[in-house]
């Protein structure tokens, strides 16, 4: 079975995050002055060929552990989205 993934990398609690505090200071320059507590992160998706949804899992969650994100400085969610017929 072929299973679309989604996998949602962010920094650990008390990481920096250069990114999202560049996009924060440049945001009142544009007007929105509103806006606060900015974060960016990044998504991956990609599609698995397993036999069922756990094994799915696992394996994204190695691929996280391994190369996908750094658990040292990052958090990951992955969630199954829906299973495409093979």
Not at 50 to 75: D, K, S, T
């Amino acid at each position: 079975m072929m299973f679309s993934v989604t996998v949602q990398v962010t920094h650990l609690p008390g990481i920096l995050d250069p990114v999202g505090a560049t996009v924060e200071r440049a945001l009142p320059a544009l007007g929105y002055t509103n806006v606060s507590q900015v974060h960016v992160g990044k998504t991956i998706r990609l599609m698995i060929d397993a036999e069922n949804v756990e094994a799915a899992r696992a394996q994204c969650e190695e691929m996280c552990q391994r190369l996908l994100a750094n658990p040292v400085i990052e958090a990951f969610d992955i969630s199954i989205d829906d299973v495409v017929p093979a």
